[in-house]
């Protein structure tokens, strides 16, 4: 979901089933997920929300469109778990809460296969709505293990956001309003990725010109 959101990580795990509206179709930013030390949380857990933005007014909510298929993940994700309004969209697994038979999503390319041995939510006292999945947990159990199975080279959770921005831009929008949707405070930041695209151009024109030059291609004009 994050490759279709550009989401950062407290973004993304601060989201309530309640964040979502107009049948999916946006996700509205109001708090940020903290992990700190515990004595600094008083709730027993490493975890705090933030009330988001954390500067300015309200007003300035974020609020995001979501594609057909992030709608599609969040539906799943819904259904499957038993969300309610109050519940975190992302949690801890509950090993010993009873395991449940779900569907792994498709996108309608092809018929769902069900999976055996999911986990239910894991929720606290604390946090009845689900105990937010930590860093940690989701970098070793769920981020590494995927990469692994996909045979790609390791890289971090953030290049999801990373590419987002990317096809944005070779998309064809413009700096300011990318800027805006993905809570950049520097134009500068934005910036970094154009040039990144500009170097990948750059080189795929190099490439171009040492296959003419192997092949003895001679310029016309």
Same mark, same amino acid.
């Given at each position: ?18 964040? &979502?509206?107009?049948?999916?179709? +946006? ?8 992990? #700190? /030390? =515990? @004595?600094? %949380? ?72 069900? &999976?055996?041995?999911?986990?239910? +939510? ?8 689900? #105990? /937010? =999945? @930590?860093? %940690? ?85």
């Amino acid at each position: 979901m994050d490759v279709e959101t550009g989401l950062r990580w407290g973004d993304l795990t601060g989201l309530k089933v309640s964040d &979502l509206s107009l049948n999916y179709q +946006v996700a509205t930013v109001n708090r940020v997920l903290l992990e #700190l /030390p =515990i @004595s600094q %949380t008083a709730n027993g857990t490493p975890y705090l929300f933030k009330d988001y933005p954390k500067e300015g007014p309200r007003a300035n909510l974020k609020m995001v469109s979501l594609s057909d298929d992030a709608r599609a993940c969040v539906s799943h994700v819904i259904a499957t778990r038993g969300l309610t309004a109050d519940d975190l969209l992302l949690s801890m697994p509950n090993k010993a809460g009873g395991m449940c038979q779900v569907e792994r999503p498709t996108f309608g390319k092809q018929p769902n296969q069900v &999976l055996p041995d999911r986990w239910t +939510v894991l929720r606290k006292a604390a946090w009845p709505g689900g #105990l /937010p =999945i @930590s860093r %940690t947990y989701f970098r070793e159990q769920v981020w590494r293990r995927g990469i692994e199975r996909a045979g790609l080279p390791y890289l971090k959770f953030h290049a999801l956001r990373a590419s987002h921005i990317s096809w944005l831009l070779a998309g064809g929008a413009d700096l300011p309003a990318v800027m805006e949707l993905v809570g950049h405070i520097r134009f500068a930041t934005t910036r970094r990725y154009t040039k990144a695209m500009e170097d990948a151009g750059r080189r795929a024109v190099e490439a171009l010109e040492a296959i003419k030059r192997r092949h003895g291609f001679k310029r016309r004009f």
